[in-house]
C-alpha cells in the first residue's frame, strides 16, 4: 500500500536529550513537510523539503533539525534546544505543481517529556 | 489578523440536519485552498479542495468567495460519523506551503 509511514507513535524524551522521529513515504512524492499540533491549536509547520539534499525552515523551526538524503526519507529530530517539545508532530508529503497540491498526512508521533 | 481563521466551534448538530461554517483568510493572492478533515487525535485527511466555481462532494459542498476571502463547507444531511474537527487550508504566498486553520469542530448528534 502507498503511504506515509511515522514512527514511534509515541516517544518520551527525557531532559537534555535529542531524539529523532522517522518518516518514510513511498508515494513518490517530492516534498515532504514537517507539522506541530498542540491541543486545540491548528498545525505549524517546522521544516519542509522539495528536493533531496534540501530543507528550508517553516515558521517555528528553533529547537528542530531535519535531513533529506533520500526522496523517501524526512527525518526530524527535536534537539534538547526545543523547551517546550510536546506536542503531536505530523509529516506529511505531496507532488510539486504550478498550483499547490494537497498534503498528505502520517498518522502522527506524540511526543512527551519524562 | 491570523492568516487563516475559522470559528472554533463546537457546532452542535441534530443528525440529518445541515450545517455550515465559514474560513476567512487575509492572503488575497492565495490560488489554492481545500478543507481536511481530522478525527480526536489522529492525522488530518483532505476531504476535498475548493475550486472557483464551488464543488461538490456528496453531501459536502464546498464554495469560495475571493471578494470577500472566504471558503465555506456545507454538510447536508449530517451523519453521526461527520463528527470532527474541520481545517480549513490556504496556501502561502510563495513556496508550497500550506497554512492551516485552528479548525472548526462539528458534534453531530442523535
Known amino acids: 500500500d502507498g503511504g506515509i509511514t511515522q514512527s514511534p507513535k509515541y516517544l518520551f524524551r527525557k531532559e537534555g536529550q535529542n531524539v529523532t522521529l522517522s518518516c518514510e513515504q513511498n508515494?513518490?512524492?517530492?516534498?515532504m513537510y514537517w507539522y506541530r499540533q498542540d491541543p486545540g491549536q491548528g498545525l505549524r509547520l517546522i521544516y519542509y523539503?522539495?528536493?533531496?539534499?534540501?530543507?528550508q525552515k517553516g515558521d517555528i523551526a528553533e529547537g528542530y533539525s531535519v535531513s533529506r538524503e533520500k526522496k523517501e526519507s524526512f527525518p526530524l529530530t527535536v534537539t534538547s534546544a526545543q523547551k517546550n517539545p510536546t506536542a503531536f508532530y505530523l509529516c506529511a508529503s505531496s507532488t510539486l505543481g504550478q498550483s499547490n497540491q494537497p498534503q498528505h498526512f502520517g498518522d502522527g508521533t506524540r511526543l512527551s517529556i519524562l | 489578523r491570523k492568516e487563516v481563521e475559522q470559528d472554533p466551534g463546537p457546532f452542535n448538530v441534530p443528525e440529518g440536519a445541515t450545517v455550515a461554517f465559514n474560513c476567512t483568510y487575509s492572503?488575497?493572492?492565495?490560488?489554492?485552498f481545500f478543507w481536511y478533515r481530522q478525527d480526536c487525535r489522529k492525522e488530518p485527511k483532505l476531504l476535498m479542495s475548493?475550486?472557483?466555481s464551488g464543488n461538490e462532494d456528496g453531501r459536502f459542498t464546498a464554495q469560495l468567495n475571493r471578494a470577500s476571502q472566504y471558503i465555506s463547507l456545507l454538510i447536508r444531511d449530517s451523519k453521526l460519523s461527520d463528527s470532527a474537527t474541520y481545517l480549513c487550508v490556504v496556501n502561502k504566498a510563495a513556496g508550497n506551503k500550506l497554512t492551516f486553520g485552528g479548525g472548526t469542530r462539528v458534534l453531530v448528534k442523535p
Open positions: 508515494l513518490n512524492h517530492d516534498a
Open positions: 523539503s522539495q528536493i533531496v539534499n534540501d530543507f
Open positions: 475548493v475550486y472557483s
Open positions: 492572503n488575497s493572492a492565495s490560488q489554492s
